[in-house]
């Protein structure tokens, strides 16, 4: 499609193409074997759903049923084509290549008449629609493609009255047809004097293109119309050379009248190449000499020629197919020259991008985000990704980019690898992390290979957007620090194991104390008994009372020597882990 638009242009002056929005069904048919009580299930399934519909159902020797059921999915797909610029009809005052300029448009084509019916109009109004060349003449630029690609240019008999061709139209217009005032654009399709169709639109379908547009004016030069009238006279100066080569080669010959039949007269009256000449008497005119004149032709061609190339830009020296050139030229002169004959062909591509493709595919995504409203998959940077075209933005937000094409191949490639060189230097310099990162690196790497002319960049360098994240680094041991974290914790340890001590300590001293209190206060109740009972037990209280305290004193240091020797064995397996 892309080549015949882009021929379509650069030989008829405009080229068109056109996108349009077509519904296909997609029938997927399964045949199950069912009890009675699944098929009726099954058809109660079946009349809930409109996409599901009973094909067939048949039941065996052994009662079971064997029911076909067919699912239609009807799914909106944007398809476009180039559109033959014969089939185009456009305004005359049309002022401007965009067709989205025009007041009235439309693309004349035939269309069989079983095609019709398949796009859902209704059959006996379509087999009452004259066929092409019926009422009227065919048109002379049918004849004229007919004869040029080698048909006969007769008119066909369709025997098979289903394929017989019908005369479309598909018209955009813009008409005020809800008569407020205010005209709207219209899409309207008719065959003969029947209306088919007649719709408010949301775009002109149509695209076109001009290599070599004209200020105000819709068509404009082809690439060959500023050559024509050089090819024309080199033409000219071609035939003439060939003539006199012919006649010098072959000159012609006398031959009397009388010898000559009056029905062949005609034809000995031609100067042709080895011609006769009629004459009255052999020898009574001069001898028929042809100088020859082609050499001095030769030059003039060589101008022509010249000039061909410099309104063309297209020269066999800077295609670098002269030897001559390429032997005395240097690299740098000969692709300086190159790249400067080539700016007439790029202005032309940037014509065809910025005026064809940028409204094709702007087209193309208006048309997806209104009618593409289910979830599909596509490959995006040899990744399927699922895309729902209905949840994008409106066409405002995005930006069709288009090539400036002021850089060659190996420019671009160069200038890649002149970012990759710098990147290594600051790398080297200790700049990685701070000035170049790892995504820096893989666009520069992207970049080389999208310039050397391959696509995916994924086939040679990783992208680090897309590596797993990394497991947390572990710290490096340090043998001080490890020392110096064991002394804190054997410090700790003795710390906590002294306060465990201290409080146990306190504990046994509060008790030891409580005891001595009870003893005490029993010691003086005694007393005072003893006291009562008379002198005679005062020896025996003293004696008694003596063996009890110190045998409390006795416990109590026991004990106190106990801790003691606990607390200093802890101490010392503390600074033998410590040392260990």
């Known amino acids: 499609n892309i080549y015949n638009w882009l021929k379509d242009g650069a030989l008829q002056r405009v080229g068109y193409a056109r996108v349009w ?145 019908i005369q479309v139209s598909d018209c955009f217009l813009s008409t005020d047809f809800d008569d407020d005032g205010i005209a709207e654009l219209r899409f309207v399709r008719y065959a003969g004097n029947k209306i088919l169709e007649n719709k408010e639109a949301d775009m002109n379908e149509f695209i076109a293109w001009c290599p070599m547009p004209m200020p105000h004016q819709h068509v404009g030069l082809s690439l060959a119309d500023p050559v024509m009238d050089l090819q024309l006279q080199n033409s000219t100066l071609m035939r003439q050379v060939f003539d006199n080569l012919f006649l010098t080669n072959s000159p012609m010959r006398e031959v009397e009248i009388k010898n000559i039949p009056p029905q062949y ?72 020259a190159m790249e400067r004959n080539n700016a007439r062909i790029e202005l032309v591509a940037r014509l065809f991008a910025e005026n064809g493709l940028k409204k094709l595919f702007g087209k193309i995504h208006a048309l997806l985000i209104k009618h593409q409203d289910k979830e599909m998959t596509v490959n995006i940077s040899g990744q399927f990704l699922p895309v729902n075209p209905s949840e994008w933005r409106r066409r405002t937000d995005m930006t069709v980019l288009i090539g400036t094409g002021n850089a060659t191949t190996m420019q671009k490639a160069a200038t890649a690898k002149s970012v990759m060189d710098v990147q290594e230097r600051m790398i080297q310099g200790g700049g990685f992390g701070k000035l170049v990162t790892a995504e820096n690196i893989y666009n520069a790497a992207s970049d080389f290979v999208s310039a050397i002319g391959k696509r995916a960049a994924d086939r040679y360098f990783q992208d680090p957007a897309k590596l797993p994240p990394e497991p947390p680094k572990q710290e490096e041991k340090n043998p001080l620090a490890e020392a110096e974290m064991v002394k804190a914790q054997a410090k700790m340890q003795s710390d906590q194991l002294k306060a465990e001590v201290d409080m146990k300590m306190e504990a046994m001293k509060q008790q030891h104390q409580a005891e001595m209190a009870r003893m005490e206060a ?51 397996q503390l600074e033998a882990d410590r040392l260990a």
């Open 265 to 336: 007269m005609d034809l000995h009256t031609k100067s042709v190449p080895g011609g006769m000449l009629p004459t009255t008497k052999i020898g009574s005119i001069a001898p028929v000499t042809v100088p020859f004149t082609a050499a001095a032709s030769v030059p003039i061609m060589e101008v022509l020629d010249k000039q061909k190339e410099r309104r063309t830009g297209v020269s066999q020296s800077m295609q670098g197919l002269d030897p001559n050139v390429l032997a005395r030229s240097t690299e740098g002169a000969f692709m300086g």
């Open 522 to 572: 029993q010691y003086k109740a005694e007393i005072e008994s003893v006291r009562q009972r008379g002198d005679s037990v005062d020896a025996e209280r003293d004696r008694v009372s003596k063996t009890e305290i110190e045998a409390a004193k006795i416990a109590f240091d026991r004990d106190q020597a106990m801790l003691d020797q606990a607390n200093k064995e802890r101490e010392l």
């Open 21 to 165: 929005v077509e519904e296909e069904e997609d029938v997927t048919e399964q045949t199950l074997t069912l009890t009675p009580d699944q098929r009726l299930m099954l058809r109660q399934e079946v009349d809930a759903q409109e996409d599901l519909e009973v094909i067939e159902d048949k039941e065996d020797d052994e009662g079971f049923h064997k029911v076909t059921v067919a699912k239609t999915e009807t799914r909106k797909s944007v398809r476009w084509g180039s559109v033959p610029p014969e089939e185009i009809r456009v305004v005359r005052d049309a002022s401007s290549v965009d067709m989205d300029d025009m007041a009235f448009c439309a693309q004349v084509r035939n269309i069989s008449q079983s095609e019709l019916i398949q796009m859902g109009y209704d059959r006996k109004l379509v087999e009452t629609l004259p066929a092409y060349g019926e009422d009227d003449e065919k048109d002379v630029v049918d004849y004229a493609r007919a004869t040029h690609s080698g048909e006969d240019g007769e008119e066909m008999a369709f025997v098979e009255q289903s394929m017989r061709p």
